[in-house]
T-cell receptor
Framework: AQSVTQLDSHVSVSEGTPVLLRCNYS??????LFWYVQHPNKGLQLLLK??????LVKGINGFEAEFKKSETSFHLTKPSAHMSDAAEYFC???????????FGSGTKLNVKP | DAGVIQSPRHEVTEMGQEVTLRCKPI?????LFWYRQTMMRGLELLIY????????DSGMPEDRFSAKMPNASFSTLKIQPSEPRDSAVYFC??????????FGPGTRLTVT
Protein backbone atom coordinates (compact mmCIF):
# COMPACT_ATOMS: atom_id res chain seq x y z
CA ALA A 1 0.00 0.00 0.00
CA GLN A 2 1.09 3.55 -0.65
CA SER A 3 1.25 6.30 1.95
CA VAL A 4 2.97 9.60 2.54
CA THR A 5 4.10 11.18 5.80
CA GLN A 6 5.01 14.82 6.02
CA LEU A 7 6.99 15.07 9.19
CA ASP A 8 6.25 18.69 10.04
CA SER A 9 2.85 20.33 9.95
CA HIS A 10 4.39 23.80 10.31
CA VAL A 11 7.84 25.13 9.43
CA SER A 12 8.98 28.68 10.10
CA VAL A 13 12.12 30.19 8.56
CA SER A 14 13.56 33.66 8.13
CA GLU A 15 13.77 35.22 4.70
CA GLY A 16 17.06 34.34 3.05
CA THR A 17 17.64 31.17 5.07
CA PRO A 18 17.36 27.60 3.74
CA VAL A 19 14.09 25.70 3.59
CA LEU A 20 13.72 21.99 4.34
CA LEU A 21 10.33 20.30 4.15
CA ARG A 22 10.45 16.60 4.96
CA CYS A 23 8.52 13.81 3.30
CA ASN A 24 8.71 10.06 3.75
CA TYR A 25 6.77 7.61 1.67
CA SER A 26 5.78 3.98 1.70
CA UNK A 27 5.22 2.09 -1.51
CA UNK A 28 5.10 -1.50 -2.65
CA UNK A 29 6.72 -0.62 -5.98
CA UNK A 30 8.85 2.12 -7.52
CA UNK A 31 6.63 5.17 -7.25
CA UNK A 32 6.56 8.57 -8.84
CA LEU A 33 6.68 11.42 -6.35
CA PHE A 34 5.56 15.02 -6.52
CA TRP A 35 5.55 18.22 -4.54
CA TYR A 36 2.68 20.68 -4.88
CA VAL A 37 2.35 24.19 -3.46
CA GLN A 38 -0.88 25.88 -2.45
CA HIS A 39 -0.90 29.60 -1.76
CA PRO A 40 -3.76 30.97 0.37
CA ASN A 41 -7.12 30.75 -1.39
CA LYS A 42 -5.52 29.25 -4.49
CA GLY A 43 -5.42 25.86 -6.19
CA LEU A 44 -2.55 23.39 -6.05
CA GLN A 45 0.39 23.98 -8.36
CA LEU A 46 2.96 21.38 -9.31
CA LEU A 47 6.43 22.31 -8.03
CA LEU A 48 8.38 19.30 -9.23
CA LYS A 49 8.17 15.59 -9.92
CA UNK A 50 10.32 12.48 -9.72
CA UNK A 51 9.62 9.73 -12.23
CA UNK A 52 12.58 7.32 -11.94
CA UNK A 53 15.08 9.43 -13.82
CA UNK A 54 17.62 11.63 -12.00
CA UNK A 55 17.28 11.38 -8.23
CA LEU A 56 17.85 15.12 -7.74
CA VAL A 57 14.92 16.95 -9.23
CA LYS A 58 14.78 20.66 -9.87
CA GLY A 59 11.48 22.49 -9.85
CA ILE A 60 10.10 25.94 -10.21
CA ASN A 61 11.01 28.93 -8.03
CA GLY A 62 14.37 27.48 -6.99
CA PHE A 63 13.01 24.42 -5.22
CA GLU A 64 14.54 20.99 -5.54
CA ALA A 65 14.03 17.56 -4.04
CA GLU A 66 16.14 14.46 -3.75
CA PHE A 67 14.74 10.96 -4.04
CA LYS A 68 16.47 8.61 -1.59
CA LYS A 69 15.21 5.08 -2.00
CA SER A 70 17.22 3.70 0.91
CA GLU A 71 15.62 6.24 3.24
CA THR A 72 12.22 6.27 1.47
CA SER A 73 12.42 10.05 1.54
CA PHE A 74 11.72 12.88 -0.87
CA HIS A 75 12.57 16.06 1.02
CA LEU A 76 11.98 19.47 -0.53
CA THR A 77 14.67 22.12 -0.22
CA LYS A 78 15.43 25.67 -1.26
CA PRO A 79 18.70 27.47 -0.51
CA SER A 80 17.16 30.84 0.32
CA ALA A 81 13.57 31.46 1.33
CA HIS A 82 11.58 34.33 -0.08
CA MET A 83 8.49 35.90 1.42
CA SER A 84 6.47 34.67 -1.55
CA ASP A 85 7.29 31.06 -0.59
CA ALA A 86 4.89 31.25 2.34
CA ALA A 87 2.28 28.62 1.48
CA GLU A 88 1.24 25.06 2.17
CA TYR A 89 3.23 22.28 0.54
CA PHE A 90 1.99 18.78 -0.23
CA CYS A 91 4.06 15.69 -0.92
CA UNK A 92 2.31 13.18 -3.18
CA UNK A 93 3.03 9.60 -4.25
CA UNK A 94 1.44 7.98 -7.27
CA UNK A 95 -0.61 4.84 -7.17
CA UNK A 96 -0.12 1.94 -9.50
CA UNK A 97 -0.40 3.08 -13.13
CA UNK A 98 -1.09 6.63 -11.92
CA UNK A 99 -4.69 5.63 -11.25
CA UNK A 100 -4.63 7.32 -7.90
CA UNK A 101 -2.49 9.76 -5.97
CA UNK A 102 -1.79 9.71 -2.23
CA PHE A 103 -1.34 13.06 -0.50
CA GLY A 104 0.54 13.91 2.64
CA SER A 105 -1.21 16.03 5.23
CA GLY A 106 0.65 19.16 4.16
CA THR A 107 3.32 21.43 5.65
CA LYS A 108 2.60 25.10 6.16
CA LEU A 109 5.67 27.21 5.54
CA ASN A 110 5.91 30.57 7.25
CA VAL A 111 8.61 33.00 6.13
CA LYS A 112 9.56 35.73 8.56
CA PRO A 113 11.01 39.03 7.36
CA ASP B 1 -3.80 25.35 -22.78
CA ALA B 2 -6.50 26.82 -20.55
CA GLY B 3 -5.89 24.35 -17.75
CA VAL B 4 -8.60 22.69 -15.70
CA ILE B 5 -11.71 24.85 -15.62
CA GLN B 6 -14.16 24.80 -12.74
CA SER B 7 -17.45 26.60 -12.32
CA PRO B 8 -18.78 28.29 -10.40
CA ARG B 9 -15.83 29.70 -8.46
CA HIS B 10 -18.05 30.55 -5.52
CA GLU B 11 -21.41 29.15 -4.54
CA VAL B 12 -23.57 30.17 -1.61
CA THR B 13 -26.73 28.19 -1.03
CA GLU B 14 -29.20 27.34 1.67
CA MET B 15 -29.40 24.02 3.41
CA GLY B 16 -31.54 21.55 1.50
CA GLN B 17 -30.84 22.99 -1.91
CA GLU B 18 -29.22 21.08 -4.76
CA VAL B 19 -25.71 22.13 -5.73
CA THR B 20 -23.94 21.23 -8.97
CA LEU B 21 -20.23 21.81 -9.46
CA ARG B 22 -18.72 21.57 -12.92
CA CYS B 23 -15.33 20.67 -14.27
CA LYS B 24 -13.70 20.71 -17.68
CA PRO B 25 -10.43 18.74 -17.68
CA ILE B 26 -7.42 19.48 -19.81
CA UNK B 27 -7.87 18.20 -23.34
CA UNK B 28 -6.20 14.81 -23.82
CA UNK B 29 -6.23 13.90 -20.14
CA UNK B 30 -7.98 10.62 -19.44
CA UNK B 31 -8.22 10.70 -15.65
CA LEU B 32 -10.31 13.12 -13.60
CA PHE B 33 -10.39 13.53 -9.84
CA TRP B 34 -12.71 15.36 -7.42
CA TYR B 35 -11.28 16.50 -4.08
CA ARG B 36 -12.70 18.33 -1.09
CA GLN B 37 -10.59 20.54 1.18
CA THR B 38 -11.54 21.76 4.64
CA MET B 39 -9.55 23.09 7.57
CA MET B 40 -10.61 20.18 9.74
CA ARG B 41 -10.08 17.28 7.32
CA GLY B 42 -7.54 18.65 4.88
CA LEU B 43 -7.60 17.43 1.28
CA GLU B 44 -9.80 14.39 0.63
CA LEU B 45 -10.24 12.43 -2.59
CA LEU B 46 -13.94 11.99 -3.27
CA ILE B 47 -13.97 10.09 -6.56
CA TYR B 48 -11.89 9.56 -9.66
CA UNK B 49 -12.66 8.57 -13.22
CA UNK B 50 -10.51 6.87 -15.82
CA UNK B 51 -11.66 7.14 -19.43
CA UNK B 52 -14.99 8.54 -18.18
CA UNK B 53 -15.64 5.51 -15.96
CA UNK B 54 -15.82 5.90 -12.17
CA UNK B 55 -13.02 3.80 -10.71
CA UNK B 56 -13.08 4.57 -7.00
CA ASP B 57 -15.87 6.44 -5.23
CA SER B 58 -15.00 5.25 -1.75
CA GLY B 59 -14.33 8.82 -0.68
CA MET B 60 -17.83 10.06 -1.45
CA PRO B 61 -19.23 10.98 1.96
CA GLU B 62 -22.75 9.68 1.53
CA ASP B 63 -25.56 9.16 -0.93
CA ARG B 64 -26.23 12.87 -1.08
CA PHE B 65 -23.13 13.15 -3.23
CA SER B 66 -23.01 11.95 -6.83
CA ALA B 67 -20.60 12.50 -9.71
CA LYS B 68 -20.86 11.94 -13.42
CA MET B 69 -18.59 12.16 -16.42
CA PRO B 70 -20.74 11.95 -19.53
CA ASN B 71 -17.82 12.61 -21.86
CA ALA B 72 -14.10 13.23 -21.84
CA SER B 73 -14.46 16.99 -21.52
CA PHE B 74 -16.99 17.42 -18.74
CA SER B 75 -17.76 16.22 -15.23
CA THR B 76 -20.21 17.23 -12.52
CA LEU B 77 -20.32 16.78 -8.77
CA LYS B 78 -23.80 17.09 -7.31
CA ILE B 79 -24.91 17.43 -3.72
CA GLN B 80 -28.58 16.91 -3.01
CA PRO B 81 -29.70 17.97 -0.48
CA SER B 82 -26.85 20.16 0.70
CA GLU B 83 -25.99 20.59 4.38
CA PRO B 84 -23.84 23.17 6.22
CA ARG B 85 -21.13 20.54 6.83
CA ASP B 86 -20.66 20.30 3.06
CA SER B 87 -19.12 23.78 3.10
CA ALA B 88 -15.61 23.41 1.68
CA VAL B 89 -13.46 24.09 -1.34
CA TYR B 90 -13.97 21.48 -4.03
CA PHE B 91 -11.15 20.86 -6.48
CA CYS B 92 -11.16 19.06 -9.77
CA UNK B 93 -7.91 17.70 -11.20
CA UNK B 94 -7.02 15.86 -14.37
CA UNK B 95 -4.07 13.83 -15.58
CA UNK B 96 -2.78 11.96 -18.57
CA UNK B 97 -1.88 8.31 -18.13
CA UNK B 98 1.54 8.05 -16.51
CA UNK B 99 1.74 11.74 -15.69
CA UNK B 100 1.03 14.21 -12.92
CA UNK B 101 -2.25 15.85 -11.90
CA UNK B 102 -3.21 19.38 -12.79
CA PHE B 103 -5.64 21.13 -10.49
CA GLY B 104 -8.39 23.60 -11.21
CA PRO B 105 -8.82 26.78 -9.17
CA GLY B 106 -11.53 25.23 -7.01
CA THR B 107 -15.12 26.03 -6.11
CA ARG B 108 -15.72 27.53 -2.69
CA LEU B 109 -19.07 26.22 -1.46
CA THR B 110 -20.87 27.77 1.47
CA VAL B 111 -24.08 26.16 2.71
CA THR B 112 -26.03 28.26 5.19
Amino acid sequence: AQSVTQLDSHVSVSEGTPVLLRCNYSSSYSPSLFWYVQHPNKGLQLLLKYTSAATLVKGINGFEAEFKKSETSFHLTKPSAHMSDAAEYFCVVSGDNFNKFYFGSGTKLNVKP
Amino acid sequence: DAGVIQSPRHEVTEMGQEVTLRCKPISGHNSLFWYRQTMMRGLELLIYFNNNVPIDDSGMPEDRFSAKMPNASFSTLKIQPSEPRDSAVYFCASSRAGSEQYFGPGTRLTVT
